[in-house]
């Protein structure tokens, strides 16, 4: 059972496979959805941690794995999980630090995009979490004279 162990052959696999997909769920969901509600070309989003995702897609893709001394200048920020040369092979703790660097770009985003980016209170490098909701319709259950009054107040 060592393939299923934390950093055994399944879970190399299972995180290989979230990074592409990662990648391609926001290139082609995520980027065109912001350049729409933000009135801007899709090229004018940048990210920096996701060309850096998007180089070690390309290496799984289309290199087996293998990354290159030419791509491997191109992870800056990435580059002391990875080697030049041989199969990539995501720890899980530096899955945890691609997570987190996406978290803190997704941050970045929001204030650019948004009235916070002048807040003298708040930073997008202090954000060390980032979470969206949406809002939720009461189910039946829920619905009585204290939800109601709650609900009609928003």
């Given at each position: 059972?060592?393939?299923?162990?934390?950093?055994?052959?399944?879970?190399?696999?299972?995180?290989?496979?979230?990074?592409?997909?990662?990648?391609?769920?926001?290139?082609?969901?995520?980027?065109?959805?912001?350049?729409?509600?933000?009135?801007?070309?899709?090229?004018?989003i940048k990210s920096d941690i996701m060309s850096y995702v998007r180089t070690i897609r390309n290496v799984?893709?289309?290199?087996?794995?293998?990354?290159?001394?030419?791509?491997?200048?191109?992870?800056?920020?990435?580059?002391?999980?990875?080697?030049?040369?041989?199969?990539?092979?995501?720890?899980?703790?530096?899955?945890?630090?691609?997570?987190?660097?996406?978290?803190?770009?997704?941050?970045?985003?929001?204030?650019?995009?948004?009235?916070?980016?002048?807040?003298?209170?708040?930073?997008?490098?202090?954000?060390?979490?980032?979470?969206?909701?949406?809002?939720?319709?009461?189910?039946?259950?829920?619905?009585?004279?204290?939800?109601?009054?709650?609900?009609?107040?928003?």
């Amino acid at each position: 059972m060592s393939s299923n162990s934390v950093d055994g052959s399944n879970t190399q696999q299972h995180s290989q496979a979230i990074l592409v997909f990662l990648f391609a769920y926001c290139e082609d969901e995520i980027r065109p959805r912001l350049a729409k509600s933000t009135n801007i070309a899709e090229n004018e989003i940048k990210s920096d941690i996701m060309s850096y995702v998007r180089t070690i897609r390309n290496v799984i893709l289309h290199s087996k794995g293998k990354i290159r001394q030419d791509k491997y200048k191109s992870i800056n920020l990435l580059g002391d999980m990875f080697s030049v040369d041989p199969s990539i092979y995501v720890f899980y703790e530096n899955m945890h630090k691609i997570f987190v660097l996406i978290k803190k770009e997704c941050a970045r985003l929001l204030f650019e995009w948004s009235v916070m980016e002048n807040s003298p209170n708040v930073k997008p490098e202090d954000i060390r979490n980032v979470a969206l909701q949406t809002r939720r319709k009461p189910t039946q259950e829920l619905i009585g004279s204290t939800w109601t009054e709650v609900n009609d107040s928003f």
